[in-house]
């Protein structure tokens, strides 16, 4: 009798872990592509070059610009990488189910947004490792500490939040509205604030402290309001990009009509608030910080209106679209290829190391940028940037000035690379020029040339 009920009491969490479980398996078993800055910008940041000024960049510092970041925490190399995502995934589908099961007041409900999350996390681009799948293991505890009214520890994970990644600002700025509105009190807003601004003051006095104040304001703030606004961002890619994400995003507006407006405010107060990086450009990771909260929506929609019938209608047509998307996603992303480190890359690594000495300078122009991370070498001047167009438009004079003053030992320069549909050898064409009039091939490693300085 008393096994019955520790069976009862406990197959809630077997279930549970049974979702985890298939969910990390998912991930394993899909394509993967951790971005590179997460590996070139800490190895440059822990060997001396400094953010904004040397490192040329228009994101907050998280863990790529500070002290602590992801080089001196290990994550250094595709394996860990990948470890860093399933354990992302894992505390994320914890915290969900965790807040879910109090919001739901039931442990069993829950799953229901477990089990959303496991459809479509892994779907908008879950298999890719960037600063947005860091984002919901801040905002879920913010938004539960906000529904809670502990008002200091909510804008605390916020502050954390904007030093991530600076579009969480305007989450922020909603939340502080919706608490002065709600209490009409100063001193309980006040809490919020305090909690809020101890993050960002110390981001502020470590770049204060390291003479990088202008530049960081220049990156992060002007360059991003002007010339990434024209040059960077991207509409979304096609129809079908807005459809599945209406799919999702729609069946979540259900939740909107529960009878506890509280948390219906709350939930939609981050759910809509924690979308503003989709505006960035059109790509499904940067819905990851706002899914958690769409599809615990969807989940409150579903358990108030269940025995609607049309409401049952939609949701037929909700699960069957979901089905024939899912297949064709499963279809093109079952794989075990990891972006930026295939054995190519990995090869021209070991040719760098092969062909320099640790203390030489080179220079990486169209090939994997995290090149310098692999090979332990770094760029010549001391001056790195991501060559994208919009940011060769400011600084591509200074890496052409950079390596014209420091002679790198090595080049590899990969000429085949097309950004935005513009060659490189288009929109840094002077750069270009420099390397073929004063560097010659010693080796090639597919698209790849290895190239040294010429003699005479």
């Known amino acids: 009798m008393l096994e019955n009920k520790l069976f009862k009491k406990n197959l809630i969490y077997l279930v549970f872990g049974s979702t985890l479980l298939v969910h990390v398996l998912i991930l394993t078993k899909l394509i993967y592509f951790p971005y590179p800055e997460l590996f070139v910008y800490p190895y440059l940041t822990n060997h001396g070059l400094k953010p904004y000024s040397q490192i040329l960049d228009q994101h907050f510092p998280g863990l790529m610009f500070l002290p602590i970041n992801f080089d001196n925490l290990g994550m250094n190399n595709e394996v860990v990488a990948r470890i860093w995502s399933i354990t992302i995934l894992v505390l994320t589908q914890i915290l969900l189910f965790y807040i879910s099961s109090k919001i739901l007041k039931s442990k069993w409900k829950a799953l229901l947004v477990s089990f959303l999350y496991l459809i479509w996390q892994p779907f908008f681009e879950g298999w890719v490792l960037w600063i947005d799948s860091f984002l919901p293991l801040i905002l879920l505890p913010s938004f539960y500490f906000l529904y809670k009214s502990r008002l200091f520890l909510c804008g605390l994970l916020l502050g954390i939040g904007i030093v991530f990644k600076q579009t969480i600002i305007p989450l922020t700025f909603l939340t502080f509205i919706f608490i002065f509105w709600q209490t009409r009190n100063l001193k309980v807003t006040f809490t919020f604030l305090l909690g809020l601004m101890g993050p960002v003051i110390l981001m502020i006095l470590y770049l204060l402290s390291i003479g990088v104040i202008k530049d960081f304001w220049y990156w992060t703030i002007v360059f991003n309001l002007t010339t990434y606004a024209k040059y960077g961002t991207s509409i979304p890619p096609s129809q079908g990009f807005v459809t599945r994400v209406l799919l999702v995003y729609l069946a979540a507006v259900s939740g909107w009509f529960i009878k506890d407006r509280r948390i219906v405010r709350i939930l939609f107060l981050f759910l809509l608030g924690s979308l503003a990086g989709i505006f960035d450009r059109a790509n499904f990771i940067h819905f990851q910080p706002s899914l958690p909260f769409a599809v615990l929506a969807t989940a409150l929609g579903v358990y108030q ?34 972006f930026f480190f295939d054995e190519q890359t990995k090869l021209i690594s070991n040719k760098i190391k092969q062909y320099t000495k640790k203390e030489d300078r080179i220079f990486v122009f169209g090939a994997p940028p995290h090149l310098y991370q692999m090979a332990d070498r770094l760029p010549a001047g001391n001056l790195f940037v991501f060559q994208f167009p919009w940011f060769l438009k400011i600084a591509g004079g200074r890496i ?4 014209q003053k420091d002679k790198p030992a090595l080049i590899v320069t990969d000429r085949t690379v097309v ?23 010693i080796d090639r490693v597919g698209s790849a040339d290895i190239m040294r300085r010429k003699t005479s």
């Open 305 to 338: 209106f269940n025995k609607n019938k049309f409401f049952k209608v939609l949701m037929l047509i909700y699960i069957i679209t979901a089905v024939w998307w899912l297949g064709v996603f499963y279809k093109g992303h079952i794989s075990n290829k990891i």
């Open 400 to 403: 052409l000035e950079s390596i």
């Open 419 to 441: 950004i935005e549909d513009r060659p490189l050898t288009e929109f840094a064409e002077d750069i270009d020029q420099y390397i073929q009039q004063n560097y010659q091939v």
